[in-house]
């Protein structure tokens, strides 16, 4: 069974430019999560998907940070303009209905110059 | 809020020493304890967890026990491997809320031959 796909792994933009990164959940799995995972830390979250529904966005910063979930199944985050503070690890994850059980893909990781 | 303390590393044994990571934990309810493992470039990969109370979650020769009293789930392994080597983040999960998890920062543990 094919885990939780990410991509790109690694993505290098300069200030101000927009980035998007892809996931693609565990086949079944209707609950999505994106995090947010800086250096020496642990993962935080940014929106959690039931299906097409956001249920929790709380963390995430609207003004510069979107995110889409459209038909349940992949999504797609999105930051426009980044900022040197985003360089990051963003990782995607995926639970069957909300389980506590996560499943991680292997993030992406930012670098803004 | 809820929240997880990791003791700090990183962590340093040689091969077959026994190993201890540290977890303690602040929540509103009775959550669901976690271990995750980040191996170098990877996601995040569920070690073991435990749901309630005194209850034991092992995986792989780790173990770590649920103590409501201390409000802790120590990570423990007898002999460690070089190839345990990576990055390990204890969470929570509040059962009202399982979607939503709460990640200490991790500790890196370093083995050596």
């Known amino acids: 069974e094919a885990g939780v796909v990410q991509s790109p792994r690694y993505k290098i933009i300069e200030k101000k430019q927009p980035v998007a990164f892809w996931c693609n959940p565990i086949?079944?799995?209707?609950?999505l999560y994106w995090y947010l995972q800086n250096l020496g830390q642990g993962p935080e979250l940014l929106i959690r998907?039931?299906?097409?529904?956001?249920?929790?966005d709380s963390q995430l910063p609207k003004d510069r940070f979107s995110a889409e979930r459209l038909k349940g199944v992949d999504s797609t985050l999105k930051i426009q303009p980044a900022e040197l503070g985003d360089s990051a690890v963003y990782l995607c994850a995926s639970s069957l209905n909300g389980a506590d059980t996560q499943y991680f893909g292997p993030g992406t990781r930012l670098t803004v110059l | 809020g809820d929240s997880v303390t990791q003791m700090e590393g990183p962590v340093t044994l040689s091969e077959e020493a026994f190993l201890t990571i540290n977890c303690t934990y602040t929540?509103?309810?009775?959550?669901?304890l976690f271990w995750y493992v980040q191996y170098p470039g990877e996601g995040l990969q569920l070690l073991l967890k435990a749901t309630k109370a005194d209850d034991k979650g092992s995986n792989k020769g780790f173990e770590a026990t649920y103590r409501k009293e201390t409000t802790s789930f120590h990570l423990e392994k007898g002999s460690v491997q070089v190839s345990d080597s990576a990055v390990y983040f204890c969470a929570l999960s509040e059962k009202t809320n399982a979607g939503k998890s709460t990640f200490g920062d991790g500790t890196t543990l370093t083995v050596k031959p």
């Open positions: 998907y039931e299906n097409e529904e956001a249920v929790d």
């Open positions: 929540a509103t309810g009775y959550p669901s």
């Open positions: 086949s079944g799995h209707n609950t």
